[in-house]
């Protein structure tokens, strides 16, 4: 704010790097352990360097279907990506107008952000439930071989959903709110159809902001607990096949699992960034024409 | 529908966006410029946002929010109206019985008025998570308050202090789980902190309750949500112009009275919004405290994580109802102390 820097700025920047230190230190200290030697346990000293952990784990290392929960993970979160990114870019494009309802509808989104994951978990546990009861209870061709209506992509994509929309929303509102409207005005002077307009104006111009929403619904799902804990079914996703080791699993084989699903995060950050990265660099190429196809 | 719409909703409808795109236009990566621009924008919006081209055919609004709307109508409003019919049904040992009694209730706060004036055990379970909530709050609030100082006035380059943010923001791309567990090696019987302490000769035997306490549960839960105050305070101060501090200044205010006199009060809304995340997560937990608190901590989420388990449907949905009704009242609470739809 004023001249030259104050005694505050290093009081306050001496804060912020013991911040970031408590932010990362124990998150560096997995994963050196997950490099943990055979013999080593669960804290240092190290004892000797290996991969022997990450292979055990590869292995399957006694865990029950750790692999099996992975691809379940990866599945539901591609998934829950897709719908989040088209169910978003259409309530997105529906609040640039009026609509009946739109204040109700954001009201509620915003409600699904706050209220406690457990209480809307158990609603969906309780629907899906009542739903198999239904079903049960109706004519043989439909209760015959049935067991439960409660699945990964049923209730678990539903309640990942409740978790994933409102943040997609909320981006879009952000996305919207800097979008110049005037380029879609040009485009229908120029004689271009709504589905013209939005295919070769809108979208190329709001895709890179889109990969941003697919980053956030991915790995919200990627990473959800609450919400899955009641709904997901039999079937387990990988954070609560983790939550469920913390109890049982006493080897630094918890610490490669960890690291492992970290390194899955910060691939898909990865891709997601270079992806509009690229996006950026179309777009600066073709100067104002936004994206031709 | 239309009357809960309220006209005093501040105008046009990029209004309603206003609000959160505030809150999290920087969660998507979108930085301060987002809401410099946000700004002069919105101008044009309603010019825009008239949707007949001259040829083709243009979805109606309400058919594009529809998808949305019909996933929250079934998935969350649905599901959140079955909690609360479920809490006044009554149940056996196998199954859920659809007819009306206040048993969930009358079992859940059993008791309650015959120990006065000692505590229940519901009475108590909320007094905890309460503790737990407010020490997590107060301390996640001057961190993020801090750190969104230093971030806001004290970093002058836009890169660097998207940089700074981003830096911040990239651990909360991993699981939190792996956040939590990561914890153990460093707070352990034999952990990192222990062997220092005693190697220090600090302490004569390791700490035991560094680790599965209270102590370890509000660590992790200001580990895990101090980044959900940093982003809605940050991005309040950003859009604090700076000629008022300029003013304070020059009309003689210190450092500390131009502080609380002019920062504070303009980064209420974003001290708001993140306050209502913390205080809800924190709520409604039960994942933190169960693996921090080595299963032995009761919480609000855990008692209904525990009569889940048990597969007592309607006494879970009934401390869900509690539970709700609770996180409504402090939200109220904090919205009173000031309007969001105004100051935004």
Sequence with gaps: MRDGRSLAFYLLGGFFALYVLFLYGPMIVIFALSFQGPQGGMTFPMNGVSAHWFSKLWEGGGIVDIGAAFWRSLELGLVVTLVTVVFSTLAGLAYRRKFRGQAVLFYVAIASLIVPSIVTSLGIALLFRMIDAAIKAGPDWMSGTFTTALGLFTSGLAAHLTWTLPFGLLIMFAIFNRFDGRLEEAARDLGATPWQSFRHVVLPLILPALIGVALFGFTLSWDEIARSSQAIGSDNTLPLQLQALTTTVTTPMIYALGTTTTGVSFVVIAIALLGIALLRARQNRHGSDAGKA | ?344
């Design chain 2, 1 to 344: 529908m239309s009357d809960i719409a309220r006209p005093t909703d501040a105008g046009h409808i990029p209004a309603a966006g206003h609000i959160p795109a505030a809150g999290l236009a920087s969660a998507a990566g979108a930085a301060p410029a987002a809401t410099a621009l946000a700004a002069t924008d919105a101008a044009t919006m309603p010019r825009a946002a008239r949707p007949r081209g001259r040829h083709g055919w243009a979805p109606p609004a309400w058919l594009q929010a529809m998808p949305m709307g019909l996933v929250f109508a079934l998935f969350f409003v649905l599901p959140l109206a079955l909690v609360v019919v479920v809490s006044f049904w009554d149940y056996n040992d196998y199954e859920i019985l659809p007819s009306f009694t206040l048993r969930s209730y009358t079992e859940t706060f059993e008791g309650c008025y015959d120990q006065l004036p000692g505590l229940c055990t519901i009475f108590k379970t909320y007094v905890t998570t309460a503790e737990l909530c407010f020490a997590v709050w107060a301390i996640t609030l001057v961190i993020g308050f801090t750190i969104s100082y230093f971030l806001a006035f004290h970093v002058r380059s836009l890169t660097m202090q998207i940089v700074l943010a981003l830096l911040c923001t990239i651990p909360f791309w991993t699981s939190n789980v792996i956040r939590m567990i990561s914890w153990i090696p460093l707070l352990g019987r034999n952990g990192l902190v222990n062997q220092a302490l005693t190697q220090a000769g600090v302490v004569d035997a390791p700490l035991e309750w560094l680790l599965y306490s209270r102590f370890s549960v509000i660590l992790a839960f200001v580990h895990l949500f101090t980044f959900f105050m940093v982003i809605p305070i940050f991005n309040s101060m950003v859009r604090i112009d700076k000629r008022l501090i300029e003013a304070a200044y020059d009309a003689g205010a210190t450092g500390w009275q131009t502080l609380w006199n002019v920062v504070v009060p303009l980064c209420k809304p974003g001290i708001v919004i993140g306050s209502i995340f913390v205080v809800t997560i924190v709520m409604g937990d039960f994942v933190t405290v169960g693996v921090m608190g080595g299963q032995q901590i009761a919480s609000a989420g855990k008692i209904i994580e525990t009569r889940l388990n048990a597969l007592q449907f309607p006494p879970a949905a009934a401390n869900a109802v509690i539970l709700l009704a609770a996180t409504l009242l402090i939200i109220t609470a904090l919205t009173k102390v000031v309007d969001i739809r105004k100051e935004l």
